[in-house]
């Protein structure tokens, strides 16, 4: 099995640069991994000390954060590596402050893997909820080096728990010791005889907890927003802008404003949208020529401020689960205690049926449904205050997983 892992892989990285012409994102990977080892070389002396950070993408370094900035705290005179495989998630964090240095993971060879851990060395290495390269962790294991798995969660149809699953079942014995979000993944990884687990639960909760901790004023959002109840639609997909477009053309109350922050901002998404709203609308990129006050919907053809804007939001909608791309962060507007929208494709994501169990999520599958619970929330303040409180409740009552964590390292 292993010997067709490895071919595997260097048809992998073969298919890769013959797509890269004609796909941005892959191009960015495979044009990035080139200069991975170039720039360690640049960046680290023999004599460092370094620690390892590893992410499948941006989700994964936000959900590991809180646990990356206690071990920055602790270990001020050591080098930082932090490696994602995706380009999304390298091209918004390759300046992140609490790191020495961001790259690529390179392809998972053996070659690779020798090469990267004589030039990192890692005193200890930390992957981040899954993503696990069994030639990089075999020669984590051969070279005695410290490793652990933070907020893993496991389902009994992955390839671990298979009998075929043999190459990826002996990687996970790379690591000194597994942090689970839950006790169900906690039995699978049991029953293969991995035996140093720990349910830690989800360090995710922490890292949203810490926004209630920093300013999320945004002047040109309270501007826009007046005393006016206002709906944050959150990484929505064209999915799940259809729902919002359709609701705000037929439905909507002019007293109530929406903004929207779709997870592809480029123009031709962005202009789409815009040119489908019957009512005024506003980018974020020309917010300075408008008047933001009369306008009903503004647009956010911008990064990296909606957790802040979810702070505004007296109703949340999350997207992705309206399709097939995977539900986005619903923990980021439940710390602000708002109720929550979903769509129906939700079944990977625990905290979401946690969220609709408790009474402060809603999941629809198609724009009736829609629209009778938006309009419900939106008309019963008491119903909208209730479940954004059982939202603000559930986080606060699954915090401190960096906590336990950080006491296994006695840090």
Known sequence: MGFIYNIGMHLAHFGLKCASPFNEKIKSGVLGRQNTFKILRENLMPQDKTLWFHCASLGEYEQGLPVFKALREQFKTHKIVLSFFSPSGYEIRKNSPITDVVIYLPLDTRANAKRFLDLVNPELTVFVKYDIWPNFLNEVKRRNLKAILISAAFRENQSFFKFYGNQLRNALF???????????????????????????????????????????????????????LCVVAGSSWPEDESLLINFINSEASKDVKFIIAPHNIKPTQIK????????????????????????????IDTIGILSKIYSYADIAYVGGAMGTTGLHNTLEPAVFGVPIIIGCHHEKFPEAQDMIDRGGMFSISNQKEFNRILSELIQNNQKRLLAGKNNLEYIETNKGAVNKILAHLNL
């Open 272 to 299: 789409n949208i815009q040119e489908k709203l019957t009512v005024e609308s506003v980018l974020f990129s020309e917010k300075s020529n408008k008047n933001l006050e009369t306008t009903q919907v503004f647009i």
């Open 174 to 228: 790379a690591f000194e010791h597994i942090f689970t979000q839950n006790n169900t993944s906690k039995k699978l990884l049991e029953s293969i005889n991995y035996n140093k687990v720990t349910v830690s639960g989800d360090t995710r909760f922490d890292r949203v907890s810490s926004q209630l901790t920093i300013d999320n004023t945004l002047d040109f959002i309270e501007t826009f927003k007046q005393d006016k």
